[in-house]
């Protein structure tokens, strides 16, 4: 699946590269439209190639017959509401230091709170750069509990199982995390259902293709007829994949290409996957605005569950309302466009946002504001 991107160039300011891709896409698109007379909506399903979409602008520059929509690859967005709810639970215990990716500061709860209000009102909260950080706040307070907020796909769960497993090995006893993984695969499911779908293309994340392998994604084209390009983060990358599937539709013949083969191979990246296998298991998993999802997330198997912040603070599972207006599940599920909510830019802004596709870093309405604009 190695693929030759003939557009491939490190540099976005190359004009001449960029002006020939997108003579090249709008070529195909007019070709492909005079057959179906059918728009052409391809999904990134990654928040980051989201974010350099967005701020590349070269959004603006493809034929209006082609539409790129977000889908569900952010993990902070596709976090359930009652998941948020349950973590800012345990983050109001007393003698709990939460340890956590920036992301998750401003995502509100269901009461409108979230960890950025908590830590002002003295909660010990703590903004850290690895989890393997989190395991020596742990050793040097030992008469308190520290929960790393264990949120996201298949490239943020291996560092965080591999920071369990030094904690098991240590015998760190205080250290606990949420485990709240999601796995890339089955959201595509999701979003396919058999029949009725409107997705034209996939492009598949380069950082999670990196650890699971580009055979992880066969299903797709042979059970949906679905294209597929696992791309790079350069918009380079994300141009010449977008071509890549144009190609496959031309040519009616999908398949999963790889047009980021500088990092991604078939089979993955065989040391993160041991470590997920030594530490987690596989078992359905709640999404924001979609619901459970069979097979679809990782949490601690038998031999470590004990590190479970759910499990020994004995937080339950509760049905949480999600922002009343707010059409994040939408947005995940490539059915709308940020613009296409009331709330964007008035109500809704990075400072104070609603939902958790305005707070995230890589969310679809972060990215809008940042550099799209009202649309
Ligand atoms: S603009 Fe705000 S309220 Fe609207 S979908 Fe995005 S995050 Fe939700």
Redesign the pocket.
């Known amino acids: 699946m190695k693929v030759k991107n003939k557009f491939s160039s490190p540099l976005w300011s190359d004009s001449l590269m960029a002006s020939n891709a997108f003579k090249e896409i709008k070529k195909l698109v007019a070709q492909i439209y005079a057959q179906t007379g059918e728009t052409i909506n391809f999904m990134e399903v990654c928040g980051t190639h989201t974010m350099a979409i967005a701020a590349s602008g070269m959004r603006k520059f493809f034929p209006k017959e082609l539409k790129m929509l977000s889908g569900p690859g952010c993990p902070v967005c596709v976090t359930s509401q009652c998941d948020i709810d349950r973590i800012l639970a345990i983050a109001g215990i007393k003698d709990v230091i939460i340890t956590t990716f920036g992301d998750m500061m401003r995502v509100k709860g269901s009461d409108g709170k979230d960890l950025h209000s908590m830590r002002e009102q003295g909660a010990d909260i703590r903004v850290l750069y690895s989890p393997l950080d989190a395991l020596s706040i742990a050793v040097e307070n030992k008469d308190k509990k520290i929960v790393f907020i264990g949120v996201g796909f298949e490239t943020t769960a291996p560092i965080i199982a591999q920071t369990v497993f030094h904690a098991h090995s240590r015998k760190i006893n205080n250290f606990f995390i949420t485990p709240l993984f999601k796995l890339v695969p089955p959201a595509l499911k999701a979003v396919l259902p058999e029949g009725g779908h409107k997705i034209s293309g996939f492009i598949l994340p380069g950082h999670v293709s990196v650890i699971i392998g580009a055979k992880a994604y066969a299903f797709v084209p042979k059970k949906y007829k679905v294209p597929c390009v696992i791309a790079g983060f350069e918009p380079m990358d994300i141009i010449g994949g977008i071509n890549l599937l144009l190609i496959q539709i031309k040519n009616k013949s999908p398949k999963v290409e790889t047009e980021y083969f500088r990092a991604v191979n078939m089979d993955g990246n065989k040391s993160a996957q041991a470590i997920m296998k030594k530490v987690l298991k596989i078992a359905s998993a709640e999404w924001r605005a979609i619901g459970s999802i069979e097979k679809s997330g990782l949490v601690l198997n038998d031999a470590f569950k004990r590190f479970d912040a759910f499990k020994f603070f004995k937080i339950k599972q509760y049905l949480s309302k999600e922002?009343k207006?707010?059409?994040?599940g939408k947005?995940i599920m490539g059915q709308a466009l940020?613009a296409d909510?009331r709330?964007?830019g008035k109500e809704?802004t990075p400072s104070d946002?609603?939902?958790?596709?305005?707070v995230s870093s890589e969310g679809a309405?972060a990215a809008w504001f940042k550099y799209e604009g009202q649309k």
Request: glycine share 12%; net charge neutral; proline share 17%.
């Open positions: 922002p207006g707010c059409i994040c947005i940020p909510c709330f964007f809704c946002a609603i939902g958790p596709c305005m309405c």
